[in-house]
């Protein structure tokens, strides 16, 4: 008696069958990769959630009140330094705006004000304003928005020396 040990013929239906599953797995890794890539956060330089660069020390005077809106922050220039300030209000998270003629920061979700260092003046904002890290480097201002630094009320050791 003897054995058949050579393998069967590819016929033309298995053929297909083979060809159509390496495509279907190829279309899949696709899809995959590329929702992997549409779900991660974007980072993009010069907004927020990474490093932006604010300008020259100089374009900043002293007692003024900058927005960077792609930042989602405010540079203020005090006396000694600068501070940068989240744009969040630290009750609900709604967008605070300055009022330049009332020398404050203003939330119109639920009437809460800040002074100018981010202090709360009116509640029901629990805590001052987050601050974002501030560095200066050949006389340009870089404010790094990767972290909000949470704190309950304006120091002087919050403010980065120009």
């Known amino acids: 008696m003897t054995t058949n040990t050579q393998p069967a013929p590819l016929t033309?239906?298995?053929f297909l069958k083979l060809g159509l599953g390496a495509l279907s797995?190829?279309?899949v890794l696709e899809m995959g990769a590329a929702s992997l890539f549409?779900?991660?956060p974007r980072r993009l330089e010069g907004e927020f959630g990474g490093v932006v660069n604010a300008g020259l020390v100089e374009?900043?005077?002293v007692g003024s009140v900058t927005e960077f809106p792609d930042g989602r922050f405010y540079l203020v220039?005090?006396?000694?330094g600068f501070l940068a300030l989240s744009n969040r209000c630290t009750?609900?998270?709604c967008a605070v705006h300055w009022q330049a003629n009332n020398q404050h920061f203003f939330c119109p979700c639920?009437?809460?004000s800040f002074d100018q260092q981010g202090d709360v003046q009116n509640p029901p904002a629990p805590r001052a304003l987050d601050t974002f890290p501030i560095e200066i480097s050949d006389g340009q201002v870089f404010v790094n928005t990767l972290r909000a630094e949470k704190r309950?009320?304006?120091t002087p050791e919050q403010v980065t020396q120009a």
């Open 59 to 61: 374009s900043f005077p």
């Open 12 to 14: 033309r239906r298995n």
């Open 38 to 40: 549409f779900m991660q």
């Open 25 to 27: 797995s190829l279309a």
């Open 110 to 112: 639920h009437a809460s």
């Open 152 to 154: 309950d009320r304006y």
């Open 91 to 93: 009750h609900l998270g």
């Open 77 to 80: 220039r005090a006396a000694d």
